[in-house]
Protein backbone atom coordinates (compact mmCIF):
# COMPACT_ATOMS: atom_id res chain seq x y z
CA UNK A 1 0.00 0.00 0.00
CA UNK A 2 1.23 3.31 -1.29
CA UNK A 3 2.33 4.97 2.17
CA UNK A 4 0.10 8.26 0.55
CA UNK A 5 -3.15 5.93 0.87
CA UNK A 6 -5.59 7.18 3.14
CA UNK A 7 -7.41 4.76 5.33
CA UNK A 8 -11.38 5.30 5.77
CA UNK A 9 -13.06 3.76 8.60
CA UNK A 10 -16.61 3.41 9.32
CA UNK A 11 -17.13 2.04 13.51
CA UNK A 12 -20.56 1.49 13.52
CA UNK A 13 -20.82 -1.41 16.62
CA UNK A 14 -24.16 0.31 18.53
CA UNK A 15 -23.00 -0.86 22.12
CA UNK A 16 -21.83 2.28 24.09
CA UNK A 17 -19.46 0.12 26.13
CA UNK A 18 -17.58 -1.37 23.25
CA UNK A 19 -17.56 1.49 20.80
CA UNK A 20 -15.22 3.89 22.84
CA UNK A 21 -12.81 1.45 22.74
CA UNK A 22 -12.69 0.62 19.36
CA UNK A 23 -12.13 4.04 18.39
CA UNK A 24 -9.54 4.91 21.11
CA UNK A 25 -7.95 1.48 19.87
CA UNK A 26 -8.05 2.75 16.27
CA UNK A 27 -6.82 6.67 16.76
CA UNK A 28 -3.68 5.14 19.01
CA UNK A 29 -2.22 2.79 16.46
CA UNK A 30 -3.58 3.47 13.10
CA UNK A 31 -1.57 6.51 11.23
CA UNK A 32 -3.01 9.96 12.25
CA UNK A 33 -2.22 12.02 8.77
CA UNK A 34 -3.85 8.55 6.78
CA UNK A 35 -6.65 7.62 8.70
CA UNK A 36 -10.17 9.32 8.00
CA UNK A 37 -13.12 8.22 10.33
CA UNK A 38 -16.63 8.84 8.33
CA UNK A 39 -19.92 8.94 9.36
CA UNK A 40 -21.37 7.98 6.01
CA UNK A 41 -20.25 5.12 3.47
CA UNK A 42 -21.33 7.69 0.66
CA UNK A 43 -17.92 9.04 2.16
CA UNK A 44 -15.83 6.05 1.27
CA UNK A 45 -13.43 6.36 -1.46
CA UNK A 46 -13.39 2.18 -3.37
CA UNK A 47 -10.31 3.77 -4.72
CA UNK A 48 -8.90 4.21 -1.49
CA UNK A 49 -8.44 1.77 1.99
CA UNK A 50 -11.44 1.09 4.09
CA UNK A 51 -12.07 -0.18 7.43
CA UNK A 52 -15.37 -1.20 8.45
CA UNK A 53 -15.87 -2.15 12.18
CA UNK A 54 -19.20 -2.74 12.67
CA UNK A 55 -22.80 -5.14 13.86
CA UNK A 56 -22.85 -8.21 11.25
CA UNK A 57 -25.99 -6.83 10.16
CA UNK A 58 -24.65 -3.10 8.70
CA UNK A 59 -21.52 -4.51 7.13
CA UNK A 60 -21.35 -3.71 3.79
CA UNK A 61 -19.76 -6.97 2.38
CA UNK A 62 -20.54 -6.51 -1.14
CA UNK A 63 -19.25 -2.91 -1.25
CA UNK A 64 -15.90 -4.36 0.73
CA UNK A 65 -15.81 -7.77 -1.58
CA UNK A 66 -16.16 -5.67 -5.27
CA UNK A 67 -13.50 -3.11 -4.76
CA UNK A 68 -10.89 -5.23 -2.33
CA UNK A 69 -7.50 -5.62 -3.30
CA UNK A 70 -4.09 -5.75 -1.86
CA UNK A 71 -2.96 -2.79 -2.23
CA UNK A 72 -5.66 -1.00 -1.28
CA UNK A 73 -7.39 -3.80 1.39
CA UNK A 74 -11.14 -3.05 2.20
CA UNK A 75 -11.59 -4.89 5.44
CA UNK A 76 -14.37 -5.83 7.23
CA UNK A 77 -14.97 -7.02 11.24
CA UNK A 78 -17.13 -10.34 10.45
CA UNK A 79 -16.25 -13.13 8.32
CA UNK A 80 -19.49 -13.96 6.14
CA UNK A 81 -19.91 -17.54 6.83
CA UNK A 82 -18.84 -19.17 10.37
CA UNK A 83 -21.81 -21.09 11.06
CA UNK A 84 -19.30 -24.32 11.11
CA UNK A 85 -18.19 -22.38 15.30
CA UNK A 86 -21.06 -20.29 16.00
CA UNK A 87 -23.81 -22.29 15.19
CA UNK A 88 -23.78 -25.44 18.75
CA UNK A 89 -25.65 -27.96 16.40
CA UNK A 90 -23.06 -27.03 13.90
CA UNK A 91 -19.71 -27.40 16.14
CA UNK A 92 -20.92 -30.42 17.20
CA UNK A 93 -20.91 -31.97 13.94
CA UNK A 94 -17.76 -30.37 13.32
CA UNK A 95 -15.90 -31.85 16.28
CA UNK A 96 -17.66 -35.22 15.49
CA UNK A 97 -16.36 -35.14 11.83
CA UNK A 98 -12.68 -34.24 13.18
CA UNK A 99 -12.40 -36.32 16.04
CA UNK A 100 -13.44 -39.49 13.49
CA UNK A 101 -10.71 -38.84 11.61
CA UNK A 102 -8.08 -38.23 13.97
CA UNK A 103 -8.82 -39.74 16.88
CA UNK A 104 -5.85 -38.36 18.69
CA UNK A 105 -6.92 -35.07 18.34
CA UNK A 106 -7.28 -32.83 21.95
CA UNK A 107 -10.63 -32.12 20.90
CA UNK A 108 -11.73 -35.93 21.28
CA UNK A 109 -11.37 -35.66 24.97
CA UNK A 110 -11.68 -31.53 25.36
CA UNK A 111 -15.23 -31.61 24.18
CA UNK A 112 -18.19 -33.15 26.26
CA UNK A 113 -20.18 -35.97 24.43
CA UNK A 114 -23.04 -33.93 22.24
CA UNK A 115 -25.61 -34.92 20.44
CA UNK A 116 -28.07 -32.71 18.00
CA UNK A 117 -31.45 -32.97 17.36
CA UNK A 118 -34.93 -30.94 15.30
CA UNK A 119 -37.87 -30.64 17.57
CA UNK A 120 -41.13 -29.01 16.33
CA UNK A 121 -43.32 -30.41 18.98
CA UNK A 122 -42.96 -32.21 22.66
CA UNK A 123 -45.31 -34.57 20.92
CA UNK A 124 -42.67 -35.83 18.54
CA UNK A 125 -40.11 -36.07 21.55
CA UNK A 126 -39.10 -39.97 20.32
CA UNK A 127 -38.62 -39.22 17.10
CA UNK A 128 -36.64 -36.78 17.49
CA UNK A 129 -34.26 -38.86 19.82
CA UNK A 130 -34.40 -41.70 17.38
CA UNK A 131 -30.38 -41.42 16.35
CA UNK A 132 -29.27 -39.29 19.63
CA UNK A 133 -27.94 -42.81 20.64
CA UNK A 134 -25.52 -41.44 23.25
CA UNK A 135 -28.44 -39.76 24.94
CA UNK A 136 -30.72 -42.61 25.08
CA UNK A 137 -28.39 -45.11 26.34
CA UNK A 138 -27.46 -42.26 29.11
CA UNK A 139 -31.72 -42.08 29.64
CA UNK A 140 -31.17 -46.30 29.97
CA UNK A 141 -28.59 -46.13 32.34
CA UNK A 142 -30.31 -43.42 34.45
CA UNK A 143 -33.08 -45.37 34.94
CA UNK A 144 -34.16 -46.46 38.43
CA UNK A 145 -30.73 -44.26 39.90
CA UNK A 146 -31.26 -41.89 42.61
CA UNK A 147 -30.71 -38.28 41.06
CA UNK A 148 -27.07 -38.26 42.59
CA UNK A 149 -26.19 -41.15 40.48
CA UNK A 150 -27.32 -40.23 37.54
CA UNK A 151 -25.68 -38.22 34.02
CA UNK A 152 -26.55 -34.87 33.38
CA UNK A 153 -27.46 -33.14 30.51
CA UNK A 154 -27.63 -29.49 29.61
CA UNK A 155 -29.93 -28.21 26.54
CA UNK A 156 -28.88 -25.78 24.39
CA UNK A 157 -31.39 -24.24 21.50
CA UNK A 158 -28.39 -23.68 19.03
CA UNK A 159 -29.01 -20.64 17.76
CA UNK A 160 -29.46 -19.02 21.22
CA UNK A 161 -26.65 -16.76 23.13
CA UNK A 162 -26.49 -15.07 26.53
CA UNK A 163 -27.68 -18.28 28.41
CA UNK A 164 -31.34 -18.34 26.59
CA UNK A 165 -33.35 -21.29 26.82
CA UNK A 166 -30.74 -23.55 28.97
CA UNK A 167 -31.54 -26.25 30.70
CA UNK A 168 -30.88 -29.12 32.56
CA UNK A 169 -31.77 -32.76 32.18
CA UNK A 170 -31.44 -36.62 33.20
CA UNK A 171 -33.95 -38.47 32.10
CA UNK A 172 -36.42 -38.31 28.86
CA UNK A 173 -39.72 -37.06 31.07
CA UNK A 174 -37.28 -34.24 32.14
CA UNK A 175 -36.79 -33.27 28.87
CA UNK A 176 -40.09 -33.85 27.80
CA UNK A 177 -41.73 -31.47 30.46
CA UNK A 178 -38.78 -28.48 29.33
CA UNK A 179 -40.76 -28.44 25.77
CA UNK A 180 -44.37 -28.81 27.09
CA UNK A 181 -43.60 -26.08 29.50
CA UNK A 182 -42.64 -23.67 25.94
CA UNK A 183 -45.61 -25.19 24.28
CA UNK A 184 -47.50 -23.76 27.15
CA UNK A 185 -45.85 -21.15 27.80
CA UNK A 186 -46.51 -19.80 23.74
CA UNK A 187 -50.05 -21.22 23.94
CA UNK A 188 -50.81 -18.68 26.75
CA UNK A 189 -49.24 -16.05 24.42
CA UNK A 190 -51.30 -17.02 21.33
CA UNK A 191 -54.78 -16.66 23.82
CA UNK A 192 -53.78 -12.96 24.81
CA UNK A 193 -52.79 -12.15 21.52
CA UNK A 194 -56.13 -11.03 19.52
CA UNK A 195 -54.43 -10.21 16.03
CA UNK A 196 -53.27 -13.44 15.48
CA UNK A 197 -55.27 -15.53 13.34
CA UNK A 198 -56.02 -19.01 13.62
CA UNK A 199 -54.74 -21.92 11.39
CA UNK A 200 -54.99 -26.20 11.31
CA UNK A 201 -51.50 -25.86 9.33
CA UNK A 202 -48.42 -26.78 11.30
CA UNK A 203 -46.51 -24.74 9.02
CA UNK A 204 -48.52 -21.49 9.19
CA UNK A 205 -48.81 -22.34 12.70
CA UNK A 206 -44.79 -22.13 13.05
CA UNK A 207 -44.36 -18.69 11.31
CA UNK A 208 -46.95 -17.02 13.88
CA UNK A 209 -44.68 -18.11 16.43
CA UNK A 210 -41.44 -16.72 14.71
CA UNK A 211 -41.71 -13.03 16.34
CA UNK A 212 -42.44 -14.26 20.03
CA UNK A 213 -40.48 -14.70 22.72
CA UNK A 214 -40.05 -16.98 25.46
CA UNK A 215 -39.98 -16.00 29.34
CA UNK A 216 -36.45 -16.59 28.69
CA UNK A 217 -36.25 -14.14 25.98
CA UNK A 218 -35.33 -16.30 23.47
CA UNK A 219 -37.19 -16.16 20.19
CA UNK A 220 -39.55 -18.95 19.39
CA UNK A 221 -37.72 -19.43 15.63
CA UNK A 222 -34.73 -20.60 17.19
CA UNK A 223 -36.70 -23.17 19.46
CA UNK A 224 -36.17 -25.82 16.29
CA UNK A 225 -32.37 -26.99 16.59
CA UNK A 226 -30.89 -28.17 20.24
CA UNK A 227 -27.82 -29.96 21.40
CA UNK A 228 -27.71 -32.13 24.39
CA UNK A 229 -24.15 -31.75 25.85
CA UNK A 230 -22.84 -33.87 28.64
CA UNK A 231 -22.90 -31.25 32.26
CA UNK A 232 -19.54 -31.16 33.93
CA UNK A 233 -20.64 -32.20 37.27
CA UNK A 234 -17.15 -32.08 38.62
CA UNK A 235 -16.23 -28.35 38.09
CA UNK A 236 -13.13 -26.66 39.56
CA UNK A 237 -14.01 -24.78 42.70
CA UNK A 238 -12.17 -22.51 44.92
CA UNK A 239 -13.31 -22.47 48.83
CA UNK A 240 -11.73 -19.34 50.03
CA UNK A 241 -13.44 -15.84 49.35
CA UNK A 242 -14.07 -14.11 46.88
CA UNK A 243 -14.83 -17.55 45.44
CA UNK A 244 -16.55 -19.53 47.74
CA UNK A 245 -17.03 -22.45 45.86
CA UNK A 246 -19.15 -21.39 42.65
CA UNK A 247 -18.43 -22.85 39.51
CA UNK A 248 -17.09 -20.64 37.14
CA UNK A 249 -16.46 -20.61 33.26
CA UNK A 250 -13.35 -19.40 31.31
CA UNK A 251 -13.90 -16.71 28.67
CA UNK A 252 -11.28 -16.64 26.17
CA UNK A 253 -11.19 -14.20 23.24
CA UNK A 254 -9.92 -15.24 20.31
CA UNK A 255 -9.21 -13.13 17.36
CA UNK A 256 -9.19 -14.90 13.54
CA UNK A 257 -8.04 -12.85 10.60
CA UNK A 258 -7.66 -13.45 7.21
CA UNK A 259 -7.47 -17.06 5.52
CA UNK A 260 -6.40 -18.14 8.39
CA UNK A 261 -4.72 -16.88 11.30
CA UNK A 262 -5.73 -17.42 14.67
CA UNK A 263 -4.67 -15.89 18.02
CA UNK A 264 -5.64 -16.21 21.76
CA UNK A 265 -5.89 -13.30 24.18
CA UNK A 266 -4.10 -14.47 26.71
CA UNK A 267 -5.46 -11.93 29.82
CA UNK A 268 -8.97 -14.49 30.34
CA UNK A 269 -11.99 -14.10 32.30
CA UNK A 270 -13.10 -16.66 34.84
CA UNK A 271 -16.86 -15.74 34.85
CA UNK A 272 -18.50 -17.01 38.11
CA UNK A 273 -22.32 -18.27 39.16
CA UNK A 274 -23.97 -16.38 41.80
CA UNK A 275 -24.50 -18.87 44.53
CA UNK A 276 -22.05 -21.70 45.73
CA UNK A 277 -21.65 -25.11 44.12
CA UNK A 278 -24.29 -27.79 44.95
CA UNK A 279 -24.71 -31.51 43.09
CA UNK A 280 -28.04 -31.58 41.21
CA UNK A 281 -29.57 -34.08 44.00
CA UNK A 282 -29.47 -31.35 46.87
CA UNK A 283 -32.49 -29.86 48.02
CA UNK A 284 -33.89 -27.41 45.85
CA UNK A 285 -31.46 -28.30 43.46
CA UNK A 286 -33.31 -31.08 41.78
CA UNK A 287 -34.92 -30.85 38.90
CA UNK A 288 -36.87 -33.91 39.19
CA UNK A 289 -39.41 -34.09 42.08
CA UNK A 290 -41.07 -36.79 43.21
CA UNK A 291 -44.96 -35.78 42.91
CA UNK A 292 -45.92 -34.57 39.58
CA UNK A 293 -47.47 -31.37 40.71
CA UNK A 294 -43.88 -30.66 42.07
CA UNK A 295 -42.48 -30.46 38.81
CA UNK A 296 -40.37 -27.74 37.35
CA UNK A 297 -42.48 -25.27 35.69
CA UNK A 298 -40.93 -22.11 33.82
CA UNK A 299 -42.38 -19.63 36.22
CA UNK A 300 -40.87 -21.77 39.15
CA UNK A 301 -38.47 -20.07 41.48
CA UNK A 302 -36.73 -22.93 41.30
CA UNK A 303 -35.57 -22.76 37.53
CA UNK A 304 -33.56 -19.21 38.67
CA UNK A 305 -31.98 -21.17 41.96
CA UNK A 306 -30.87 -23.99 39.54
CA UNK A 307 -29.32 -21.30 37.19
CA UNK A 308 -27.42 -19.63 40.33
CA UNK A 309 -26.09 -22.45 41.20
CA UNK A 310 -25.29 -24.72 38.03
CA UNK A 311 -25.16 -22.09 35.41
CA UNK A 312 -22.64 -19.18 34.79
CA UNK A 313 -23.58 -17.12 32.40
CA UNK A 314 -23.95 -13.68 33.73
CA UNK A 315 -26.18 -12.93 31.78
CA UNK A 316 -29.30 -15.12 33.42
CA UNK A 317 -28.06 -14.73 36.97
CA UNK A 318 -30.85 -13.60 39.23
CA UNK A 319 -31.34 -9.39 39.18
CA UNK A 320 -29.25 -7.67 41.36
CA UNK A 321 -27.34 -4.56 41.74
CA UNK A 322 -24.94 -4.16 38.33
CA UNK A 323 -21.87 -3.18 39.70
CA UNK A 324 -21.89 -5.82 42.80
CA UNK A 325 -22.60 -8.42 40.04
CA UNK A 326 -19.70 -7.60 38.30
CA UNK A 327 -17.50 -7.38 41.34
CA UNK A 328 -18.57 -10.82 42.70
CA UNK A 329 -18.80 -12.90 39.23
CA UNK A 330 -16.26 -11.61 36.90
CA UNK A 331 -12.22 -12.16 37.60
CA UNK A 332 -9.51 -12.50 35.76
CA UNK A 333 -8.02 -16.15 35.26
CA UNK A 334 -4.68 -15.02 36.14
CA UNK A 335 -5.96 -14.10 39.73
CA UNK A 336 -7.64 -17.43 40.93
CA UNK A 337 -5.75 -19.60 43.35
CA UNK A 338 -3.52 -21.77 41.25
CA UNK A 339 -0.15 -22.76 41.23
CA UNK A 340 2.15 -21.73 38.39
CA UNK A 341 1.86 -25.13 37.17
CA UNK A 342 -1.88 -25.18 36.59
CA UNK A 343 -2.00 -21.66 34.94
CA UNK A 344 -0.19 -22.99 32.15
CA UNK A 345 -1.84 -26.27 32.10
CA UNK A 346 -5.15 -24.66 31.72
CA UNK A 347 -3.61 -21.66 28.66
CA UNK A 348 -1.49 -24.40 27.23
CA UNK A 349 -4.66 -26.46 26.56
CA UNK A 350 -6.80 -23.84 25.86
CA UNK A 351 -4.45 -22.63 22.88
CA UNK A 352 -4.03 -26.29 21.60
CA UNK A 353 -7.77 -26.98 21.69
CA UNK A 354 -8.49 -23.64 20.19
CA UNK A 355 -5.98 -24.20 17.32
CA UNK A 356 -7.51 -27.75 16.61
CA UNK A 357 -11.19 -26.19 16.70
CA UNK A 358 -10.33 -23.61 13.55
CA UNK A 359 -8.12 -26.11 11.92
CA UNK A 360 -11.34 -28.59 12.45
CA UNK A 361 -13.28 -26.20 10.97
CA UNK A 362 -11.85 -25.37 7.76
CA UNK A 363 -12.39 -28.72 6.38
CA UNK A 364 -16.03 -27.33 5.67
CA UNK A 365 -16.12 -24.96 3.34
CA UNK A 366 -19.56 -24.36 3.30
CA UNK A 367 -19.95 -23.67 7.05
CA UNK A 368 -16.55 -22.03 6.97
CA UNK A 369 -14.80 -19.99 4.90
CA UNK A 370 -11.82 -17.20 6.00
CA UNK A 371 -11.95 -14.60 3.89
CA UNK A 372 -8.38 -12.29 3.10
CA UNK A 373 -9.86 -9.25 4.27
CA UNK A 374 -11.89 -10.33 7.17
CA UNK A 375 -11.26 -10.49 10.75
CA UNK A 376 -13.16 -11.46 13.81
CA UNK A 377 -13.70 -11.53 17.25
CA UNK A 378 -15.23 -14.75 18.74
CA UNK A 379 -15.37 -15.56 22.55
CA UNK A 380 -14.76 -19.25 23.57
CA UNK A 381 -15.79 -20.78 26.58
CA UNK A 382 -13.95 -23.38 28.03
CA UNK A 383 -14.95 -25.29 31.54
CA UNK A 384 -12.12 -26.50 34.15
CA UNK A 385 -12.51 -30.05 36.15
CA UNK A 386 -9.60 -31.42 38.32
CA UNK A 387 -8.66 -34.53 36.76
CA UNK A 388 -5.72 -35.98 39.19
CA UNK A 389 -3.95 -38.73 37.68
CA UNK A 390 -0.57 -41.12 38.53
CA UNK A 391 1.53 -37.94 37.50
CA UNK A 392 -0.13 -34.99 39.14
CA UNK A 393 -2.79 -34.87 41.54
CA UNK A 394 -3.14 -31.45 40.75
CA UNK A 395 -4.14 -32.29 37.14
CA UNK A 396 -6.86 -29.94 35.73
CA UNK A 397 -8.87 -30.34 32.33
CA UNK A 398 -10.01 -27.88 29.88
CA UNK A 399 -13.50 -28.40 28.06
CA UNK A 400 -14.49 -26.92 25.57
CA UNK A 401 -18.18 -25.68 26.02
CA UNK A 402 -19.01 -23.22 23.15
CA UNK A 403 -18.07 -20.29 20.52
CA UNK A 404 -19.61 -17.29 19.94
CA UNK A 405 -19.15 -14.20 17.43
CA UNK A 406 -20.03 -10.83 18.48
CA UNK A 407 -19.38 -12.23 22.14
CA UNK A 408 -21.18 -9.74 25.26
CA UNK A 409 -17.73 -7.60 25.85
CA UNK A 410 -20.04 -5.52 28.53
CA UNK A 411 -19.97 -8.20 31.03
CA UNK A 412 -16.70 -7.76 31.64
CA UNK A 413 -17.80 -4.16 33.71
CA UNK A 414 -15.99 -1.49 34.80
CA UNK A 415 -13.21 -2.82 36.83
CA UNK A 416 -11.36 -4.72 33.81
CA UNK A 417 -12.93 -2.50 30.71
CA UNK A 418 -9.27 -0.97 29.77
CA UNK A 419 -7.56 -4.50 30.80
CA UNK A 420 -9.33 -6.40 28.99
CA UNK A 421 -11.26 -5.49 26.55
CA UNK A 422 -9.29 -2.21 25.98
CA UNK A 423 -6.09 -4.37 25.64
CA UNK A 424 -7.86 -7.12 23.35
CA UNK A 425 -8.89 -4.75 20.72
CA UNK A 426 -5.32 -2.32 21.04
CA UNK A 427 -3.75 -5.71 20.36
CA UNK A 428 -5.90 -6.59 17.50
CA UNK A 429 -5.17 -3.50 15.75
CA UNK A 430 -1.70 -3.88 16.55
CA UNK A 431 -0.99 -7.02 15.68
CA UNK A 432 -4.25 -7.86 12.99
CA UNK A 433 -5.34 -4.61 11.65
CA UNK A 434 -2.04 -2.49 11.15
CA UNK A 435 -0.49 -5.74 8.48
CA UNK A 436 -3.43 -6.15 6.75
CA UNK A 437 -3.19 -2.23 5.82
CA UNK A 438 0.85 -2.78 5.43
CA UNK A 439 1.31 -1.06 8.51
CA UNK A 440 4.22 -2.34 10.05
CA UNK A 441 5.58 -0.87 13.79
CA UNK A 442 9.15 -0.31 14.97
CA UNK A 443 10.67 -2.47 17.92
CA UNK A 444 8.47 -5.69 16.80
CA UNK A 445 5.16 -3.38 17.83
CA UNK A 446 2.24 -5.04 15.89
CA UNK A 447 3.53 -8.53 15.76
CA UNK A 448 2.37 -11.32 18.02
CA UNK A 449 3.91 -13.55 20.12
CA UNK A 450 4.12 -16.05 17.51
CA UNK A 451 7.17 -17.61 18.77
CA UNK A 452 5.27 -19.34 21.49
CA UNK A 453 2.94 -21.45 19.80
CA UNK A 454 4.80 -23.54 17.63
CA UNK A 455 4.07 -27.51 17.56
CA UNK A 456 6.91 -29.33 18.92
CA UNK A 457 6.90 -32.68 16.90
CA UNK A 458 4.15 -32.18 14.79
CA UNK A 459 0.00 -31.80 14.75
CA UNK A 460 -0.53 -34.59 17.38
CA UNK A 461 2.38 -33.72 19.56
CA UNK A 462 1.89 -31.57 22.78
CA UNK A 463 2.26 -28.14 22.30
CA UNK A 464 4.90 -25.74 22.93
CA UNK A 465 2.60 -22.65 23.82
CA UNK A 466 4.52 -20.93 26.21
CA UNK A 467 2.24 -19.33 29.32
CA UNK A 468 3.26 -15.27 30.15
CA UNK A 469 3.21 -14.81 33.58
CA UNK A 470 0.44 -11.81 34.04
CA UNK A 471 0.18 -10.27 37.14
CA UNK A 472 -2.15 -7.28 38.23
CA UNK A 473 -4.87 -6.52 37.53
CA UNK A 474 -3.76 -3.48 35.42
CA UNK A 475 -1.55 -6.02 33.27
CA UNK A 476 -3.08 -6.02 29.31
CA UNK A 477 -2.99 -9.03 27.98
CA UNK A 478 -0.97 -10.36 24.78
CA UNK A 479 -2.18 -12.06 21.48
CA UNK A 480 -0.45 -15.27 20.90
CA UNK A 481 -0.77 -16.36 17.24
CA UNK A 482 -2.14 -20.57 17.95
CA UNK A 483 -2.63 -21.47 14.29
CA UNK A 484 -1.14 -19.61 10.82
CA UNK A 485 -2.33 -21.93 8.21
CA UNK A 486 -0.31 -19.70 5.39
CA UNK A 487 3.25 -20.70 7.44
CA UNK A 488 2.04 -24.18 8.02
CA UNK A 489 1.82 -23.87 11.55
CA UNK A 490 -0.98 -26.80 12.43
Known amino acids: MDRATNIAVTVDYQDPYVEPLILDSLKKHLPKDRTRFLKHDEDVDSRGCWLQWR ?40 VLSHVTKHPSSILKTAFPTTVD ?6 EFLDEALAEAFELRESFERNVDKLPEDREWWI ?4 MSDRGQGIRLFSTE ?5 IFEAWEAEL ?52 PQPPFSNRKFHVRTYVVAAGALKVYVYDQMLALFASEPFAPLSQGANTINPEHEEDRLTEDDDIVQR ?81 EPDDSDDNAINVHLLEVNAFPDFGQTGDDLKDTVVGGLFEQSVQCVLAPMFHIHHENGIGRAQTEVAKWQNGPNSNLGYGARSIEGRDQKGKLQMVLDIKAGMY
Open 55 to 94: TYETIDFERALLHHSIDKPHIFNAYIIRKALIRKHYLAHT
Open 117 to 122: FELDYA
Open 155 to 158: LKPS
Open 173 to 177: DDLRA
Open 187 to 238: SDSDDNDSDDNESDSRRSEGAKHLSKTTLDGIVTSHLRHFVAQRYVESPLLF
Open 306 to 386: IRNIHLTNTCIQAAQDASDMQNDSVHLLSSLPLDTKQHSSIRTQICAITSELFTAALAFPTNFQPLPQAFEIFGVDFMCSP
